[in-house]
């Protein structure tokens, strides 16, 4: 993609729990920030793309937005919620239909949210029963396979979590907003060994909205505009390793998270190198330590020193998760794409205030991962 | 007597009853004719190729552990456990033609060191209403001299 779609317009809720906020009012307080932001209004919305997990079907929004009889598509692709309606609202306007458009992502996920069944994964009754219906337990053997592949210590793990809960006192619109260090999460309950309890984010709560435009479009605006370069999802390939898998190859593959960055970095002819800030998934603390490597940010094995040496704090060579990431946010699934796609765009504009990256950053990168095996990655630009 | 079943049939052989093999059927999985690739379980069609003629084919009854973890907290439902939650290991053992996920007998993270060979053995599951003991697979820490 080279510069033909830019992001106009930004909203975003409040993350973490919000008793008594329904997510369609989250999502509807999302869109009027973004409209402001962008100094247009709902009726000038030419399409709408967007979708929740646990909160319904979006297009009932227009209700309370407005019934003006704009085409809204829902989207449901779990995790890839956010990235898929951003696919889906680059390219019309690419195609040249449109010009100014939305995307919206939010949930407001109920206790035991995320407890499938394992005929919805096409699995017997029998994985259940046993034991091994449980996400944790995928985030645990793979990063322990990983720690051990490449000589990283479980201090690593620790060093994440304290981070991202740093960035998120930084954040006012997070959840967790208290610094925690690093001794006290690496002693905390343990979940899966070798993650505890406080290195492992919580389903949440939180809306994001997105107003697109072509880029004649935006030159008319007065904002700054962030071009959004490239917008790739992809599913797993056979031999790479994900969550629910009762088998795996002796074959490795690259994982999903690395065909998707690759995708992105290419369509938008851009190195990871060029990146000056990042929004990678940290589901738990191994989650954005493995995403370092597998997007090429890094190579593998060099994450600790890359921790101990700061390197991916605000202020380090390349930032990671500046908000605090799903650690420090929660994790709403139809949301959090866009959370991070949101975060770059604040950092890009040179608008996020007391966590604003130094020098000014001119790329930003951004990527997803969930169920059953897919991701999604962003290249962002001034 | 208690009477005893498998907690899903399909994910065994029928070799059970073989000396050495304690009453607990060695795993079946499928392997591929054209392209060679092994799944547990058994599926119909190719993951890797796309073809349909997959033979069934009995796995190893010993491996090594690829990885490991124990689970700390009781799974929700579908699991199913009698008497209070114990934590258990679980994670993937190493078959040399597939990886497949299973639960470990040992609970002690120390013990389930990757590359730890293990031997396929029975494990309790949970009982039924009709007070019949469902049974499942699992891998132990095989003691010098084992077999499998």
């Not at chain 1, 598509?73 to 696919?87: A, E, K, Q, R």
């Not at chain 1, 009754?125 to 985030?139: A, K, L, N, P, R």
């Not at chain 1, 793990?157 to 690496?186: C, D, F, H």
């Not at chain 2, 498998?6 to 304690?22: Q, R």
Request: proline content about 6%; aromatic content about 8%; charged content about 20%.
């Amino acid at each position: 993609m080279g510069h033909d779609v830019a992001i106009v317009g930004i909203g975003m809720s409040k993350f973490g729990r919000q008793p008594g906020v329904t997510g369609r009012q989250m999502a509807v307080g999302a869109v009027r920030e973004a409209c402001a932001d962008a100094g247009v209004a709902w009726p000038d919305m030419q399409f709408a793309f967007g979708g929740s997990y646990s909160c319904g079907d979006a297009d009932t929004l227009v209700s309370l937005l407005g019934l003006t009889g704009v085409p809204f598509i829902n989207v449901y692709n779990g995790c890839g919620t956010g990235g898929s309606s951003l696919i889906s609202a680059a390219n019309a306007i690419k195609s040249g239909e449109r010009d100014l458009g939305l995307v919206l992502g939010f949930d407001k996920h109920p206790p035991g949210a995320f407890n499938e069944l394992p005929e919805n994964v096409g699995l017997g009754s029998w994985y259940g029963e046993t034991g091994f219906m449980v996400t944790t337990q995928f985030f645990a053997t793979k990063i322990q396979r990983y720690l051990h592949e490449w000589d990283i210590s479980s201090r690593a793990l620790a060093m994440v979590a304290a981070k991202a809960y740093r960035n998120g006192a930084l954040s006012q619109k997070a959840w967790r907003r208290t610094p925690v260090p690093a001794e006290e999460i690496a002693r905390a309950p343990m979940v899966n060994d070798p993650l505890t309890k406080l290195m492992f984010c919580s389903p949440g709560e939180g809306a994001v909205a997105l107003i697109l435009a072509s880029p004649e479009r935006a030159r008319r605006m007065t904002t700054a505009p962030v071009y959004l370069r490239s917008a790739e999802l992809r599913s797993r390939r056979f031999g790479s390793f994900e969550v629910y898998s009762t088998w795996l190859s002796p074959d490795r593959v690259a994982s999903v998270t690395t065909d998707a960055s690759r995708a992105a970095f290419e369509a938008a002819g851009v190195e990871p190198s060029d990146v000056d800030v990042a929004q990678l998934q940290d589901t738990e603390s191994g989650a954005e330590i493995m995403h370092m490597a597998e997007t090429g940010l890094c190579a593998h094995g060099e994450q600790e020193k890359l921790l101990a040496d700061g390197d991916t704090e605000i202020g380090g060579r390349i930032p990671v998760n500046t908000d605090g990431g799903v650690l420090a946010n929660g994790e709403p699934i139809g949301a959090s794409g866009l959370r991070q796609v949101h975060e770059i765009v604040l950092q890009l504009r040179g608008q996020a205030g007391g966590r604003q990256v130094p020098n000014h950053p001119t790329t930003g990168f951004t990527q997803v991962y969930g169920s059953p095996g897919i991701s999604a990655c962003t290249v962002l630009t001034r | 007597m208690t009477t005893t079943r498998l907690v899903d049939e399909s994910l065994f052989a029928a070799d059970g009853d073989e000396p050495g093999h304690a009453g607990v059927p060695s795993l079946l999985g499928s392997r591929c004719d054209g392209c060679g690739t092994t799944t547990f379980p058994r599926q119909d069609t190719c993951p890797r190729c796309g073809g349909a003629a997959m033979a069934g084919t009995v796995l190893p009854r010993a491996g090594t552990i690829w990885s490991a973890t124990v689970q700390h907290f009781a799974p929700k439902p579908p699991f199913r456990h009698d008497g209070e939650f114990v934590p258990f290991g679980m994670g993937y053992v190493d078959l040399g033609e597939v990886i497949v996920v299973t639960r470990f007998t040992e609970s002690d993270p120390g013990r389930l060191a990757i590359g730890t060979p293990v031997s396929l053995c029975a494990v309790p599951a949970y009982t039924d209403g009709d007070g019949t003991a469902v049974v499942s697979y699992g891998f132990a820490v095989a003691a010098a001299g084992d077999e499998g």
